[in-house]
């Protein structure tokens, strides 16, 4: 696939506010790769505030990692105060599927408020789809363990379809799909899963690519291009997994549009 | 100006504990920059503790950064406590002005708590003085945007005289007054800018400075310095916001007053 | 002593998840450090899903370092859990002694949860065993402040066969005690007390080590051993505490039982 764009440039020129509600595990990396991509995070999650930092932000990023009693209404007002005002809102469920608490909160966010774009790894977004298509139309969460690309791409599109967004899926190839076009994306190396936080990081510099760039399969899959390059760039044979962290942080902020056209690797799905 | 102290020697034999009550984006890093100074860190924010804490310690630093229902009232519990027990609180208003409930934390804490040390940027101490002057002397939010050196520098004495305190505002140029004198502080690069918590770092290494030094306007300038000068000899062309990040800490850890003397950029402002 | 097991190599194979519940200073090098050794690390403390998640993991890490109200039911909720599942739980009583808050639950959680392993340092160990000693055997809070190795053997031991469990005391030299075998690890270097959370990365370490290994002095002396071996492969002379942050977490990825086996340094304490 031809790939020609200014992602990059056009975050760098507007350095939109991107508005985080995360988890305390891999915040500090979220803030610091938006700030690479050339964003201005703001990390805020109390109720009394989430509305007014919605307000002045370009994107919204809600992730469930450490998921609380405190954020959880956090979460559903700044997610319905970014539809009002016309931001798109990022969704990461962690651990969908791990726990009941955190599947309910995924379903809740799903039905409250719109979101743009879901990225997670396979299972969270199986079973994040499957909670879903159970209540709106009679699909129960019947996938089969495979990890199968086909199925995958299959899954991402219906869920884009469902939610009227974009669905991104991350694993050894990520899965990028807005329902109309599915994308794969065979950036990365298999180290990154041996950082924490590779997915939450993605996820915020997904806000930092939609907070200035149109939001539909293109825009993400160059998102999640960007770092699946940054970490084959910054990865080297035998390197530890500290200096890895370090490396594909660098790369990231080092990152432009014409490194990206070179390295991006992608491919149109026809399903 | 001439600077010949030992204000890091004093931290280093000192050892002092500095109590933080901080933002979970940057508090690792707070903690990290007080062990390289040679201060020793402790965390705490809950409301039953935090008045034993921040009686077995020698500053206290309030950072209202990701300010929550849960804290508010150990901030003020613990800043009393401070008071009482004759140890310096140094407070950083962030996001004062990007939200009501920032805002309006800022001026209780100013009311209710004696703050020694103000450090924010520029937005930050404006609105935390509009706001306070408002109530007390009759100012309101007039000030233009302009970002005049000068008008910094009158805006950190008015508001040193106003809090009885030292006031610094660190942006290109830092800005340090205790209302007798004012100092422009002229280290750093300007790569701090892109990576998360540079001023949250600096507040947490104030609190290490003014532990085991006089609180005046020469010892938050020499904590400011030091920030500053650990980006400068940490930093190197083309270097990415990951390795520079190590760098950073790294050359705080190093630092020592020889380097520091040889380093600081500081003029006295004669306004 | 002789040294000749496969603990890493059990980590890596089985990939165990590891719950923790932890403090939000260290939480992400509790994370990596997880990753690094071979286990999957969770971070999960909201009381709602906590007995869930204990449920599908193979340890549980309870540390106290940034204490509060919202997770305390959370610990010995989980606690409670992994006992009925019987998997190990690990504690790590941060700051034990230095508020009332802290030490009580401590006391709290040693009589409420099996502990299979204590991990702090001798300050912390210290306390915990004289108010655990002072309910249950009359033992009260008389230890003389003597950092004296062969006391804190004797305490290890009293409080290892105390609790039926293991106690490891960490300090310039790290002492590991089941109540039968009392081992002394002499690995490590001054440095690492210069960086935040390497007592919790520890703790967490453990947590991986013994959710693959049997539960006894010597599985846990393997991780004490490992995190201080990974620190000398990682310091040179003259670095700064950024880098040496990046160069453990790289030590412990390339970590293997070749490596450990070489290097350990470990005595049997004959008491």
Excluded: W
């Excluded at 803030?31 to 989430?50: H, K, Q, R, T």
Aim: glycine share 10%; charged share 20%.
């Amino acid at each position: 696939m031809s790939y020609n764009s200014d992602y990059i440039e056009r975050i760098r020129r507007a350095n939109p506010i991107v508005h985080n509600i995360t988890n305390y595990v891999t915040v500090n990396d979220c803030a610091n790769i938006l700030l690479a991509i050339g964003a201005s995070p703001i990390m805020a999650d109390d109720e009394e505030e989430v509305e007014e930092i919605a307000g002045i932000s370009k994107a919204l990023v809600i992730n469930i990692g450490t998921l609380n009693q405190r954020t959880m209404g956090s979460m559903v007002k700044a997610g319905k105060k970014a539809n009002n005002s016309g931001i798109p809102v990022i969704l990461d469920p962690v651990g969908c599927g791990a726990s009941n608490m955190r599947t309910k909160m995924t379903l809740k966010l799903l039905e409250e408020v719109k979101i743009s774009v879901m990225r997670g790894n396979a299972s969270e977004i199986k079973s994040a789809f499957s909670i879903k298509g159970a209540k709106t139309n009679g699909v129960d969460a019947s996938f089969s363990d495979s990890k199968d690309l086909e199925e995958i791409c299959n899954v991402a599109r219906d869920f884009a379809l469902n939610i009227k967004g974009v669905v991104a899926v991350t694993g050894k190839e990520d899965v990028v799909s807005d329902g109309m076009e599915t994308y794969v994306v065979k950036n990365g190396v298999e180290s990154m899963a041996k950082i924490t936080g590779t997915g939450c990081m993605l996820s915020s510099l997904t806000g930092g690519f939609i907070a200035s760039n149109p939001v539909n399969a293109k825009t993400v899959s160059a998102a999640v291009a960007t770092m699946g390059l940054a970490g084959e760039l910054g990865y080297s044979k035998g390197m530890g997994t500290g200096s890895f962290r370090v490396s594909l942080m660098d790369m990231v902020s080092l990152m432009d549009d014409q490194v990206l056209k070179e390295g991006i690797k992608i491919e149109r799905f026809k399903g």
